[in-house]
């Protein structure tokens, strides 16, 4: 990402794109060393400032495109004032924008969203007052490129007098990124937690993310203007799933995906980031990280080999990633982290009340891991699945008490509806990484990972 080549980052939650977003604001120095302005397009924490969309968001993903345009133009504004930009270029841009009252003299990212949002309400309604529809014969390709131009009017309520502006949007863009080019700079602007700005409305969802990645593919040709765009792989899948034709041109993307491996190796660069656990193993650092099986041998001195004795039963690593993976079989580090500090809290509280404690150079006994999956298992439920998707909490919520694996039958019975519909309802759960499916397509059955099971008290076996 910071030598430019990766645009978008896809990933589950809890999989570090957030972490990534950090990381590069944490670069912004250097960034600028190289010519590349920062900008970051939400909050990073506290409440999203799209949350004022969703009592009155723009009705189409066409009205969507151009208010997203608008707020670009609003923080690429900023930004040339913020760094005192000096060319007449530059100077005639962010003139513009204070004009159309676009650049309020100070405040954050809410107010320039504000600014945008009001705009676009003002002078761009539902249908411009006229359109005007331009062509033009590209001299190199012999390509006829059209263009279109809206001019917008808008009368003031109870006021006989109209307001006209003449605004064209990709234009000013064109001529932001021109100033850019003539200062030496490019300017990336960030977007990320696009999960929490629109969780309240799929709709709005949909909408919204479509139109922005319309927008990061009518910006390609900017050569110095970038969105860096973070989202889910589950919320992209569920907006294209009915089709999205640009999506193909959407290339400079990377999936963040975690093995066991990879998972391992986290979890051994959290101990090493301690100086009394490396006095402790007597080993350097740099020689264990530079073998994956250095860093299991240094695990398994911190941790016990098994949670469960027997031939046939996992070790420690594994029997912790298969509690800590969802029905589609994911393991985010989220939750092995989570998973970990709990682990922590819980060991010391037990020796704090002078229970036993571990043998040899292990810090965990065995007694431990089982109660520490209980909070990570409650966390899960509750300030992830039912936040994301409320409108499956009634069917989730009546699987308390309930078996770990159902059948259409068994759903149908316990969830009091139609088989048919019961099949539905289910499918939405395994899209929702509740259930995990087995069985064949003619007799489906849904299992509910470990993940869930301690929050909702489930108890193991086929349900009757």
Known sequence: MLRGEIDVVYGPKGSGKSAIYTLLQNHKDYLFANNIMMA????????????????????????????????????????????????????????????????????????????????????????????????????????????????????????????????????????????????????????????????ESRDLERNALRSLFRVYNDLRGLSSIGLKIFVRDDIWRRITSSGFAEASHITRTVTIKWDNESLMNLAVRRLLSNACIIDLIGDAPDEILKSIERQRDMFYKIYPQQIDSGPNKPDTFEWILGRTKDGAGVNAPRELIHFLTELRDEQIRRLERGEFVPPGPQLFDRSVFKAALKAVSDARLTQTLLAEYSELRTYIMALRGEKTLHTLDSLARIWAIAVPEAHSHAGLLVSAGFFEQRGSKEQPQFWVPFLYRDALDMVQGTAE
């Open 40 to 199: 970051t397009a939400e909050n990073p924490r506290g409440a999203t400032i799209f949350r004022s969309l969703v009592p009155d968001p723009p009705m189409s993903e066409r009205s969507f495109i151009e208010l997203w345009k608008i707020y670009i133009l609003c923080i690429l504004g900023s930004k040339f004032r913020e760094f005192d930009l000096s060319k007449a270029s530059s100077r005639q841009v962010v003139g513009r924008l204070v004009e159309l009252e676009l650049l309020p003299p100070e405040g954050g990212l809410a107010r320039l969203f504000r600014a945008a949002r009001d705009f676009a309400r003002r002078y761009m309604p539902r249908s411009p007052s006229s359109v005007t529809v331009n062509a033009t014969l590209d001299p190199v390709t012999g390509l006829v490129l059209p263009s279109l131009t809206a001019d917008f009017s808008n009368a003031s309520s109870g006021d006989s007098q109209r307001h006209r502006v003449e605004f064209n949007v990709d234009e000013l863009l064109e001529e932001a990124n021109s100033a850019l080019s003539e200062e030496g700079f490019k300017c990336w602007i960030l977007f990320d937690r696009l999960d929490v700005a629109f969780e």
